[in-house]
């Protein structure tokens, strides 16, 4: 039986060696996890291209109505099925950047709609707008009342059910009111919600192209969520929840106050739907919290409604104060520019530390590979779990923080150098090096981390991609120094055979003999 004394350094050597083999395995496993999933970093908008839009309240706004905006955002965007947009504040605007979109005006028509969803009494529908001739066009400030003949009443449309017809009801027909030819339909901006309105309705409607609508009775507020279906039919519609036994409670009252005439269902200025309420109904009975919207609803149209729905009303008016489209080609440009100058500024770093320590230039290129193994795998993991993107700001962090590990690597071996000038062997001098030069790593790193940390926190925008992604590459040198480059050196260190080679060994980078 060999004496613990002996047993000792074997158990110190395998412990060295196991902590080389688990970062390499952690290391390679991660990235071929990651290329095994199809997953990669995602791009930011300055090098995928794609869209950023400013938007400014109409109003001030408190800071909680501000908050909602963002998450009501936020939740359209992901809803769309984009990778890496970003959504949030500077200053009092709200910024929005999405990147690698096909179609940003249509996005950007979708996210940005205030989604003032109401419903409201149909008093009569309006014949499509003509200018009168000689007079500029203007809307009316107080609209007319409708014509006796041309009012939705209950008695006019004088619905009737009848299972044997196709609609499940028979009505008359109401034609539009010619007095309201001349009256232009009201602004976006000048749509109140507790006043008379005139709408128009969506493209293609027919005969009712537009409507004279009363004062809203009930918002959007009331609904829990929404999905756009199609029917066995074919047709796309609509299907709604109501919130709770209060919101539920209120649409029942709208409907039964609407029995048998026609509700219309407006969205920020725009009459999507004006059903008539239960025809195929003798008499009103409860929708159970539960209601659909149908009518001649495209599949966007009704995908596009369900979306707003779905994610609520914003607080607020938005106005786009810059849009900014970045097109791929101009973000490919910048992408190989930014990693042109990262891997020339790499390939020098290596053919100098070859050159110059030998074959312990060899442990900064295997140390250096590792780290941008396990950062590929975590920004991409990042990128499909946070929606964490990888901008023009990142890559300079990545490059920078490159020569922040190179120095660890140099401390070290330069600390090695002054421990065998001074007379000591090779063997015993790479744990006494270390653990002098092992402060000076650490202090460094913990100083560029906690810049790092306060430029994440003070700083907006791009700048935050820079510190994030420099905290990220500290962090990981810190890993690997310890966990990777200490063992592998020690165990190098300890061979003789590699200490000694003549033209690469370990002693011919530190310029001492191959017996120091």
């Given amino acids: 039986m060999s004496p613990p004394s002996s047993r000792a350094p074997a158990r110190r050597q395998r412990a060295w060696l196991t902590s080389v083999i688990v970062v390499v395995v952690l290391a390679v496993g991660s990235l071929a996890a990651t290329l095994g999933l199809k997953w990669h970093p995602l791009l930011g908008l300055d090098l995928a291209g794609g869209l950023s839009v400013i938007y400014k309240p109409a109003h001030p706004v408190s800071q909680s109505d501000l908050n909602e905006v963002v998450t009501i955002l936020t939740n359209r965007v992901d809803a769309l099925g984009v990778s890496g947009a970003q959504v949030g504040t500077q200053g009092g605007n709200v910024v929005v950047s999405i990147p690698g979109v096909k179609n940003p005006q249509q ?91 005139l709408l128009p309705g969506l493209p293609g409607a027919g ?12 918002t959007g507020h009331s609904l829990k969520g929404a999905q756009a279906q199609q029917t066995q039919a074919g047709a796309w519609v609509v299907n709604y929840s109501l919130s709770g036994a209060a919101g539920s409670q209120l649409w029942d009252k709208v409907a039964q106050q609407n029995f048998h005439q026609y509700l219309a269902i407006e969205l920020d200025g725009v009459v999507q739907s004006a059903p008539i309420i239960q025809p195929a109904q003798t008499s009103f009975s409860s929708f159970q919290g ?15 409604l369900a979306l707003a729905m779905q994610f609520g009303s914003l607080p607020v008016r938005l106005d786009a104060l810059t849009t900014q489209t970045v097109s791929p080609t101009l973000g490919k440009s910048s992408l190989v520019a930014g990693l042109g100058a990262g891997i020339a500024g790499l390939v020098l ?13 060899l442990v900064v290129i295997t140390g250096l590979a590792l780290t941008a193994a396990l950062l590929w795998a975590i920004v991409a993991v990042l990128g499909h779990t946070q929606n964490l993107t990888l901008d023009l700001a990142g890559v300079t962090g990545l490059i920078v923080s490159i020569g922040i590990t190179v120095d660890s690597y140099i401390v070290y071996f330069e600390r090695l150098k002054d421990e065998t000038r001074a007379g000591r062997t090779i063997r015993t001098s790479v744990e006494r090096s270390f653990a002098s030069a092992w402060r000076t790593v650490l202090a460094a790193d913990l100083v560029s981390l906690l810049g790092a940390v306060l430029l994440w926190m003070i700083a907006i925008g791009a700048v935050r991609g820079f510190a994030f992604f420099l905290g990220l590459s500290t962090l990981l040198d810190i890993v690997i120094t310890y966990f990777f480059t200490r063992p592998l050196v020690i165990l190098l260190g300890r061979s003789e055979r590699i200490t000694g080679a003549r033209r690469f060994g370990v002693a011919r980078g530190l310029a001492v003999g191959a017996d120091s």
């Fill in 290 to 304: 539960q209601g659909e919207i149908s009518g001649s609803l495209t599949e966007t149209e009704a995908k596009t």
């Fill in 107 to 197: 996005i950007l028509n979708t996210i940005g709609q205030t989604a003032q969803l109401l419903f409201r009494p149909v008093e009569c529908f309006a014949p499509a707008y003509t200018a009168p001739k000689g007079k500029a066009a203007s809307a009316a400030a107080t609209l007319p009342t409708c014509g006796a003949g041309y009012q939705l009443s209950q008695a006019n449309i004088a619905v009737t059910p009848n299972s044997s017809t196709a609609q499940g009801y028979t009505a008359n027909s109401i034609p539009p009111d010619p007095a309201f030819a001349a009256v232009k339909s009201a602004e976006p901006s000048a749509d109140k919600a507790g006043e008379r309105v």
């Fill in 349 to 361: 770093v290596l053919l100098y530390v070859i050159g110059y320590y030998r074959a312990l230039g």
């Fill in 207 to 218: 005969a009712a192209s537009r409507y004279v609508l009363g004062p809203s009775q009930m």
